[in-house]
């Protein structure tokens, strides 16, 4: 490795505390296998020398990489082309009103260049595989995943493998297609999807980007979380709300609160609510029962919010502490919820989320309703992907709601007649 992380001060497995140097540490803690998954320290002082609220503010860099020197890439890594982060983070007043919550915002990461927030984690699985010298990428995935890591593989020529299960939505293969990915529809979920494909790196020596088992696409992710930081001005909101499946993203949101307390950047961390669907509500079992999601076995998962679907959450441990030590919870929306909350966020704040993007603002009703949140707090949802994933579940969402087009003749006649 020629080029210098020396900010990186080592990676801790989450099991037993052990730390591996940079230099050598591989995906996970030899000890506890693909339960030690790794999280990166860094050398917060260093950070401090090279990036502040003020830099930043004056900073030209409008991607994820805005924030680099906080991020386990060396300052002269090439990155790829496309331009992955710094999502607008809209505020929605007539939502807050209806919910009777203080202030609310969406951040859209429907507009990353897949169309999710997994760019943000693929940018960097790009990065880290070009350090090793990775001749094929590969990654499990319900989609996103999948086509982040294909078009962002495609943006720099990188050859990449590609496993999701037979029944991903049909834009989301079409774009491992058009990126022209190796895909390989596997006949079962994504937990077998998942586990062949690990199979597959340890036997051909692929690059593995997989969730909740390469260490830094969580550093990639907490882009997301730092940048809602700084959106807001760098005044934390009282909750953030994000959809859970592997548990990846909110474990990235978790770090970016953390690194930003570590710099003093906020005082404290937001809660963080970490929302399930009902049929795929692992870590809401674990976090009611106080059940060690160590041990704990592997649900059967069915939702209609495909990306959040998971048998066993890959990045289980640092899921749960999100929501622990923030002091938020884990909640359970049904897909019913889900499906009717898709078209109040759109029609609300004009970002058309797709079911598991949905689901984080289902999160917030069902927190607004039972009281979790109110009138006093300023509270953030993370949209994480794009409703043109996934247009059959957004057909059954806006035909639930009654919404239906005039079927009319080209005639002004025939327009005054259907407003009526
Ligand atoms: C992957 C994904 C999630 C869930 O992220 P995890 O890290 O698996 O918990 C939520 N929404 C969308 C759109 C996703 O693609
Ligand atoms: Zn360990």
Redesign the pocket.
Known sequence: MSQSLDHVTGLVCVVCGTSYPAADAGYVCPDHGTEGILDVQYDYDLVASRISPQSLAASHDTTMWRYRPLLPVAQDAAVPPLTVGWTPTYETPRLARDLGVGRVWVKD?GRQPTA???DRASAMALVKAAEVGAEVVTTA?????AAALSGLSASVGQKNVIFVPESAPEAKVTQLLAYGSTVALVKGNYDAAFDLCMEAAEEFGWYNRN??FNPYMTEG?KTAGLEILEQLGWEAPDAIF???????????VHKAMKDAVALEWIEHSPRIFGIQAAGSDYLVQAFEAGEDVLTKAPISADTV?D??S?DL???RIK?MAAVTETDGTYLRVSDDEILAALPIMARGSGVF??P??A??YAGLVAAADSGRVGSGDRVVVLS??NGL?DIPSAIKAVTAVGTEPMHILPTLNSLIDALK
């Open positions: 990461e999710s927030l997994k995935s319900t989609g996103n995943a969730t909740g992710k994000v959809s859970v499946g592997d548990g990846s993203i909110i474990g990235g919010a990306s959040i998971a959450p890959r990045d899921a989320a797709e598991a993007g689901a984080a994480t992907g994933k």
